[in-house]
Structure formats: C-alpha cells, structure tokens
C-alpha cells in the first residue's frame, strides 16, 4: 500500500488544521490506520490510531480531547482534525498503516506514507 499525506502548515496556537492521508490499493478497509509524529530531536510518538472498521480509535493522553481521527473507506482516507493546537504539537506528522498485530501499538505499522509539516507559532 502507498500512503500519502497532505494538509499540513502553519497555524497559530489555537488554530486547527485537517490533515489527510491517501492510501492506493484496494484493501485498505483490511488495514488498521496511524498518524504518528516526530519532533525536533525527538523520538517518533504515535498520535492516534484506528481500527479497519473504524470502530476503535485510540489518542495519545497529549492530544485528547483536540485531535481526532476517522477514516473514510469509501475513499481510501484518513484523517486527523486537530484544534486548539499547541506549539509542542510542532512536528513532522506521518500516516501509517498496520496489517497485524494491535492498531494502537507502534510496533504494528509497516507501511509508512511521506510526512507532512505542522507548525505552531505561539
């Protein structure tokens, strides 16, 4: 599977921003989905998570309550709204996808799309 992410910026603290990823292939409603991100000097943190169906989700303690994931696979996508932005949620964020193993561990995602940029000024 080919994943690619987009809808990354520039956002001041408090802003939103949607990011999107798109998955090529036609089993991704058999994957389970990631956002992870990455920061300066920083090890890779997985953000959020969802189960092929889309009826589990999992949110780091960090983001709950502003950032939510869903997925459409209708449309081959998912998605991560993010509001009320902080500037420690500056980093580079990636999308994965999981074919085993538990969708709201790290250790499960093997296929990895291209990041996308997320800054946040204060």
């Known amino acids: 599977v080919q994943l690619q992410a987009s809808g990354g910026g520039l956002v001041q603290a408090g802003g939103s921003l949607r990011l999107s990823c798109a998955a090529s292939?036609?089993?991704?409603?058999?994957?389970?989905m990631g956002w992870f991100r990455q920061a300066p000097g920083k090890e890779r943190e997985i953000v959020a998570a969802?189960?092929?169906?889309?009826?589990?989700?999992y949110h780091v303690d960090s983001v709950k309550g502003r950032f939510t994931i869903s997925r459409d696979n209708a449309k081959n996508t998912v998605y991560l709204q993010m509001n009320s932005l902080k500037p420690e949620d500056t980093a580079v964020y990636y999308c994965?996808?999981?074919?085993?193993?538990?969708?709201?561990?790290?250790?499960?995602?093997?296929?990895w799309g291209q990041g996308t940029q997320v800054t946040v000024s204060s």
């Open positions: 969802i189960s092929w169906s889309g009826g589990r989700t």
């Open positions: 292939g036609r089993t991704f409603s058999s994957y389970a």
């Open positions: 994965a996808a999981a074919t085993r193993g538990a969708y709201y561990s790290g250790r499960s995602y093997d296929y």
